[in-house]
């Protein structure tokens, strides 16, 4: 099994920037992409960025140029760095491990969600 805890998040004005963390916990094998999606108000979920283990990053278009992913496998954690931050950026945000079926029980583990609000 795989728990995550997120950090991170809260209000910041247009233009500002936020950093989420979300470290995994359990066992590594079982960790395989992470990542971190969002949902905003009468919105749909939506991808924001992935990491595979290899360090391969896949952006959402909207934030694409604007926010920065990393991840430190011997911490197990993903990193997103967020700039420029928009009104529409507004969203809970969701860490994302993708589990290795050869090592999980499932195939995606999700945590608890935090708030960011971007507003003036």
């Known amino acids: 099994q795989v728990h995550l805890a997120e950090s991170g998040g809260g209000l910041v004005q247009p233009g500002g920037s936020l950093r989420l963390s979300c470290a995994a916990s359990g066992d590594p094998r079982c960790i395989s992409d992470m990542g971190w999606y969002r949902r905003a108000p009468g919105k749909e979920r939506e991808l924001v960025a992935t990491a595979s283990r290899a360090g391969t990053t896949y952006y959402g278009d909207s934030v694409k140029g604007r926010f920065t992913l990393s991840r430190d496998n011997s911490k197990n954690t993903v990193y997103l760095q967020m700039d420029s931050l928009k009104p529409e950026d507004t969203a809970v945000y969701y860490c994302?491990?993708?589990?290795?079926?050869?090592?999980?029980?499932?195939?995606?583990?999700w945590g608890q969600g935090t708030q960011v609000t971007v507003s003036s």
């Open positions: 994302n491990v993708e589990g290795d079926l050869r090592y999980c029980y499932d195939d995606n583990y």
